[in-house]
């Protein structure tokens, strides 16, 4: 976004680095949130228009990057705690415990994460249909790797979160919902669809 914003001022353009986070289902309802950055000129003209597509606008610095930046910091922390919920559900099948026991306990608890609370639904419903699919989170990890390389910073968890998501994108499930990266647990039966 850094070279965008260099190429469209050098033409008398303006740009703000506004990524979005929510999903289809935040938009439709206008409950997105936007992390933005740009100059203050690109805000003035622009803050109507990001004012009416999001709930919460967050404005990050005066030149693009910034927004982008915590995107993909964003999705390091979604990314591994989908990873993380569906280890933790894979365990709690492979030792008998019931699912929708542990879902509960679970999203009353410490442990508990939007993500879990989230995506662990799916999984109890047997509904793989992709709200956000497995192959965003191979791509979306992928970026924040590529981020910390360029910064030679250890992400030992997002490595081991992209991992599963490769795994399970190679193993057929790369166009389902992104809550089928437990299918890649062995030794477990997932519930049916009720």
């Given amino acids: 976004s850094v070279g965008l914003e260099k190429t469209l001022n050098a033409k008398g353009l303006l740009y703000i680095d506004a990524p979005i986070s929510g999903g289809a289902a935040k938009a439709a309802s206008g409950q ?12 003035a003209k622009a803050e109507p228009f ?6 919460k606008v967050y404005k990050l610095g005066d030149c693009a990057g910034a927004g982008s930046k915590v995107k993909i910091i964003n999705q390091l ?8 919920a569906a280890e933790a559900m894979a365990l709690g099948l492979r030792e008998g415990v019931d699912p929708d026991a542990l879902y509960e306990v679970i999203t009353h608890s410490a442990g508990n994460s939007w993500m879990f609370e989230n995506r662990m639904a799916h999984v109890l419903a047997a509904d793989y249909t992709p709200l956000s699919a497995v192959d965003i989170f191979v791509k ?41 990266v437990i299918k890649i647990f062995p030794g477990i039966e997932l519930p049916k669809a009720k």
């Fill in 32 to 43: 997105m949130t936007m992390m933005t950055a740009g100059t203050p000129e690109a805000y």
């Fill in 50 to 55: 990001l004012n009416a597509m999001a709930a």
């Fill in 77 to 84: 922390l979604a990314g591994v705690h989908i990873a993380a």
């Fill in 140 to 180: 979306d990890l992928g970026l924040v790797l590529d981020m910390a390389r360029a910064s030679k910073f250890p992400l030992p968890l997002s490595s081991t979160a992209h991992q599963m998501f490769m795994q399970a994108s190679t193993a057929g499930f790369a166009k389902e919902d992104d809550s089928a």
